[in-house]
């Protein structure tokens, strides 16, 4: 993940939208948003381990992200979205300022054909006193049903190209292929099996010498709702993440482990 604000900056666009649209019933239901803390071990950016990490599991290079997410449905098809966040540590020195060491800013839009969804995002990271910028298109197929009842794989695709690095980054594009079937389990408890593979199309794209195969990983999302909070107040939630990463020495040089496991621990609630 990488995202501009605090959660505050995210209340305040969902607020704004909602004295554009006068508060109508109708209105309401086209909007969404939520906002969201999480405890994570590792930063990990296209298989990058950020921080440098390694299989120091919740140690010295562990991170907090706050964050805000907000949707609008124009259509039945169309929907707007916006994706501010940060990433907070004291790692290294901040050119934000306190322990702020990311701000992003992700505008986007997606428009669905049947069970075909497309998207388009652009996206402005700021940090270590640059910004860098990309643009993502995807893809995802809704094939709920498809291979039993109630069970989706939910395959999707995306190509994301930077279009203007960051200090010693070069341009260039990544192409992720991913999956993410998730079950209820009763009682407020859910799981999701998140896993990818993404190829490099250019041999620097992460500092490294080579194109092809840059990482893939594969894990666990464990989900519970808060139900016993007033759904007047937002619908609550906590996850548990366990997700390992293999990544290609020769496409990712700086990693300090190949491979190894990261962990995360969030708090949402949605509206």
């Not at 704004?16 to 209105?27: E, R, Y």
């Amino acid at each position: 993940m990488h995202k501009f604000s605090t959660v505050g900056g995210a209340v305040a666009c969902g607020a704004l939208i909602a004295l554009f649209f006068g508060g109508g019933a109708s209105a309401a239901e086209n909007v969404s948003a939520d906002v969201g803390v999480s405890y994570n071990s590792h930063f990990i950016s296209y298989g990058l381990d950020v921080w440098g990490g390694g299989n120091d599991f919740f140690g010295d290079k562990s991170t907090t992200w706050l964050w805000g997410d907000l949707a609008i449905k124009a259509t039945d098809a169309l929907t707007f979205t916006l994706t501010v966040w940060s990433d907070n540590n004291n790692n290294v020195p901040s050119a934000i300022g306190g322990h702020i060491q990311e701000v992003d800013f992700d505008p986007g839009f997606t428009y669905a054909f049947g069970k075909v969804t497309a998207g388009a995002t652009y996206n402005a990271w700021s940090y270590a006193g640059d910004v860098e910028q990309s643009v993502d298109l995807s893809l995802g197929f809704d094939d709920t049903g498809l291979i039993m009842p109630g069970f989706a794989l939910g395959p999707k695709i995306v190509w994301h190209d930077r279009v203007s690095g960051n200090g010693a980054q070069k341009v260039g594009s990544a192409v992720v292929l991913s999956v993410g079937p998730s079950f209820a389990l009763g009682d407020g408890l859910s799981l999701a099996i998140p896993a990818g593979i993404a190829f490099f199309t250019t041999k620097n794209f992460q500092g490294g010498t080579k194109s092809g195969y840059g990482f893939s990983y594969f894990g666990g999302s464990l989900g519970y709702a808060l139900g016993f909070i007033a759904p007047a107040y937002g619908k609550w939630s906590v996850n548990f993440d366990l997700i390992a990463y293999f990544t290609d020495k020769k496409a990712i040089p700086s990693n300090p482990k190949q491979d190894f496991l990261t962990g995360s621990m969030g708090l949402k609630v949605a509206y």
